[in-house]
């Protein structure tokens, strides 16, 4: 097995089990490693440290499948690490009031670089890196044989595979092709779902838990759904009583899709507010013309993807929350979530304590959230981490 061999002082993270082996930390490696190849990751005095996946274009130059140097990384290697990820999902995500999940949450699943989403039937796929690509076959076999999949379908189409000298692809990689739209069932409503063409493996199954903790406040009031994507927060709330609600995204096929959606669920459309908009010039619209709402939910994309963006991030996140705090009725709740793993959750509450503060609204943090257990985040990788959000509850 060829090895890399670190520099004395550059074990420390392994050894706490993080599974990334940064290129500054290599003092050798042999010529002629190929992508993905299994190498062994060795400390200065030639102890096993690791086994990992070599990635030659990326400064994450090996991530690690195992630190049990009896454990070889062969096909049966993924039939297991595969089975114990689907096994976890059958108790964390119970069946029969939502059939879809994450079903492989990549480094927090002990498979770096490997997304696997269910959506019913069809499974969704993103390799993210030399790894899992160099063991796609192996990986497609084992899903195919465990997750009582329909179809498998990739989505690799992610700028991070430049990184890892990848390109994008997409297609079926087993089975039949899926249909135009999936259908999914999330807390016991309908949501479609494009796998071909919609955002990461097609719906953000992340705020999953969220949706449903916003079902709780929507009774009777009157909802903005900021950033709305297919409208799936607009389902949950409406579901549960909404009077009205206004979805907000730049994409309009995203909106055509909430539609779909609205129907799917015998939802009243004439309670639905469409509006294909930038969400930072939309909410001055209304602060200027003085229109309020009685719940608003703020989702938006990652702002902050480097450290570099991280001033223009927090700008941004400030902006769109004062701007909420100032649309919202005495009472009203605000679920604000950021996504941006580099925004620590207290600089994002700090963030929002500014923004209700410069709008003049005393305001409560009532409820935190998070990530749901089908996104899980081994403790030894806390990168895992990357969605927060907070209700809040203006006076
Ligand atoms: N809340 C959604 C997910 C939102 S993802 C859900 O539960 O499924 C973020 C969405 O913001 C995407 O649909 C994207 O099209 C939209 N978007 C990004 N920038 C935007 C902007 N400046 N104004 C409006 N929508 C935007």
Redesign the pocket.
Known sequence: MASLTLFSDKDRSLRRRHPWVFSGAIAREPPGLSSGQTVDVRDADGGFLARAAYSPSSQIRARVWTFDEREAVDESFFVSRIESALEARRVLVPAGQTNACRLVNAESDGLPGLVVDRYGDVVVCQFLAAGPERWRDAIVAALWRTAGATSIYERSDVEVRLKEGLISRTGLLAGAEPPQLVDIVEHGLRLAVDVRAG?KTG??LD?RAN?RAAARYAEGREVLNA????G??AVAALAAGAAKVTN????SS?LELGDHNIALNGLPADRVENIE????ALLRRFRDSRRSFDMI?L???KFAGSRLQMDKAARGYKDINLLAFKLLRPGGVLLTFSCSGLMTPELFQKIIADAALDAGREAQIVERLGQPADHPTALAFPEGTYLKGLVCRVG
Do not use: G, I, K
Not at 277 to 280: G, L, T, Y
């Open positions: 955002h719906f953000y705020q949706r950033f709305s994507y297919t799936a927060f907000v995204d730049t994409s995203a908009a930038d969400v930072f939910v989702d938006p994309p």
